[in-house]
């Protein structure tokens, strides 16, 4: 190579191939091509200094500096930066706020050659103070809101929060639930404006942990919006296949060998609630009912520990109780662990709530009513060969439990009414409570008058006396309190029914020790459970009809 020149420039000889550059002389052209942008670098604020955004950000109280050090020392210390090495090596002072985060790389001190220099008072430069200024705006800034997450993603995709339906887990009857919402089609929209305590609320914890669960959430999410909002209907193909894939999902887990888990119980009731908003399928829901009634029994009492297994089992007691009716067979819950398990979770500190004795008491003699009720149906049709006389007994000690707890029930409503912190949902669970044990005793009543004809009118008038007194406790909540209202109106029927035969019921009552005539309590029977599709609504009277 050879060169030659004069002032600024420089020239480098290479043969005709362009070879012969050795890298002495790649490093000048390197240097000469970069000698203005190293100049602007250089003067810039930013030179010599560490790139702030790849260091991470601690912060820490900032200690003070001595007052025995001067302003430019304690400048100095505070903020100086320089390079390990190099011909650039400098240090650099800017003024530091007690507010300033502390996320510069640990810096070392000047040599000792420029001490004298550094220990100058140096004023920051408008760029540094800009600098400065901007860094500190970054740092002020609120983060940016974290991507949504579990069962926030399809709150975000469906616009729905699946904690808003805690309504529909309190359903008692799934065929007058579904006419409801089929003839009412406001009523949900109702009932969503306030949410309640149930299994729902432990949803967002476990989703993302099971794949059926999360299918299931989804499908729900996607027939509820499609019910609430008519208008933004999801593409009905998608919501089908969704809800294949739940069905196929929650076919495995229950065959494989994690069937027992809390989640496939859960699973089994999410997807009752999605057929309970088909309006045209009660008989999807009755299936998921009887396959979560299985899985109970299955699973036994020893596995209801956690508070997320036992608000699965509360939220299916009323279902299994009236599916059992309808099936004219009894309720495995009234079982003697399955009754301890109950007495178990009953809750002293509780008045009216859901785990309150009072309530969970009435869930004790609730649940016996199926075994009464089928017991007495065999008797009629000739399929059994109980005594009359200890089937009788027995339904006068149903009766007899029943007065007892409304008497209790009367004493903790009277001494309630000078405590200030009974919230709206015990109020809620007051009207439940007393609706459903004026249905219980009215039909009681209509049980003894079949088995014996002593006391018949009696016996008749009192079952006549609850059901009337049932029918305007549901008219009286339907118009103030939606919630209790709509779990009433699911109770009606066995009332309306006793309501609707009592004439029928009277009419030559003479057969003092004889079974009712047949064909009266066939009528009767039918009564029950054929107005399960039908809608009580309360006239401008205030008479349903």
């Known amino acids: 190579m050879a060169s030659g020149g004069g002032g600024n420039f420089e020239f480098i000889v290479t043969d005709q191939n362009n070879r012969g550059i050795d890298e002495k002389a790649r490093d000048k052209i390197r240097k000469k091509a970069m000698k203005a942008t190293a100049a602007a670098r250089k003067g810039s604020a930013s030179w010599g200094k560490q790139n702030l955004r790849q260091v991470p950000i601690f912060v820490q109280p900032s200690t003070p500096a001595s007052t025995s050090a001067g302003p430019a020392t304690a400048t100095a210390t505070a903020t100086a930066t320089a390079t390990p090495q190099g011909p650039r090596a400098q240090v650099k002072s800017e003024p530091v706020d007690s507010d300033t985060v502390q996320g510069e790389l640990p810096t070392t001190s000047a040599p000792a050659a420029s001490s004298s220099s550094s220990s100058s008072t140096t004023r920051p430069s408008k760029n540094a103070t800009s600098n400065s200024l901007q860094r500190r705006s970054r740092q002020n800034r609120p983060p940016r809101p974290m991507p949504p997450m579990g069962l926030e993603t399809v709150t975000a995709k469906t616009g729905l929060n699946i904690l808003d339906l805690s309504a529909l887990t309190m359903v008692q009857v799934g065929q007058t639930a579904s006419a409801i919402f089929e003839l009412q089609t406001n009523e949900l929209r109702g009932l969503v404006s306030r949410r309640r305590r149930s299994y729902l609320s432990f949803v967002p914890i476990k989703y993302g942990h099971s794949p059926y669960l999360d299918e299931a959430v989804r499908c729900l999410a996607m027939r509820a919006r499609r019910v609430l909002v008519p208008s933004a209907r999801p593409p009905e193909t998608r919501e089908i296949l969704q809800y294949g894939r739940a069905l196929q999902s929650l076919q495995d887990a229950v065959n494989g060998q994690n069937w027992y888990d809390a989640d496939v119980l859960c699973t089994v009731e999410l997807l009752s609630l999605y057929e309970l908003l088909e309006t045209q399928r009660s008989h999807a829901w009755e299936r998921h009912i009887a396959g979560a009634a299985r899985l109970i029994q299955m699973r036994g009492p020893m596995r209801f520990l956690s508070a997320y297994e036992m608000s699965l089992l509360f939220s299916l007691m009323g279902p299994l109780v009236f599916e059992s009716c309808r099936l004219n067979q009894a309720c495995f819950l009234d079982e003697d662990p399955w009754q301890r398990l109950l007495k178990y979770v009953i809750s002293p500190d509780e008045i009216l709530s859901a785990r309150s004795y009072i309530a969970i008491s009435s869930w004790v003699i609730f649940i ?108 009286d909540n339907m118009r103030v309190n939606p919630w209790a209202g709509f779990y009433l109106r699911q109770i009606t029927n066995f009332g309306e029914a006793t309501l609707t035969t009592n004439k029928l019921w009277l009419n030559n009552p003479n057969r003092p020790g004889s079974l009712v005539d047949r064909g009266k309590f066939r009528i009767w029977r039918d009564l029950l459970f054929q107005n399960s599709r039908r809608v009580l609504t309360p006239d401008s009277d205030g008479e349903l009809v």
């Open 368 to 475: 016996k009513f199926p075994r009464h009720l089928r017991d007495v149906t065999n008797l009629m049709y000739g399929d059994t060969q109980d005594d009359q006389t200890v089937l009788y007994e027995r339904i006068l000690a149903f009766r007899a439990e029943l007065h007892q707890w409304r008497k209790e029930f009367d004493a903790i409503v009277a001494a309630s009414g000078n405590i200030r912190n009974v919230t709206m949902f015990d109020t809620d669970v007051r009207s439940e409570l007393l609706g459903a044990n004026l249905e219980l005793l009215s039909t009681a009543n209509r049980l003894l008058t079949c088995l014996s004809g002593e006391n018949l009118e009696d016996y008749e008038r009192q079952a006549v006396d609850c059901a009337r007194e049932q029918r305007q406790l549901s008219v």
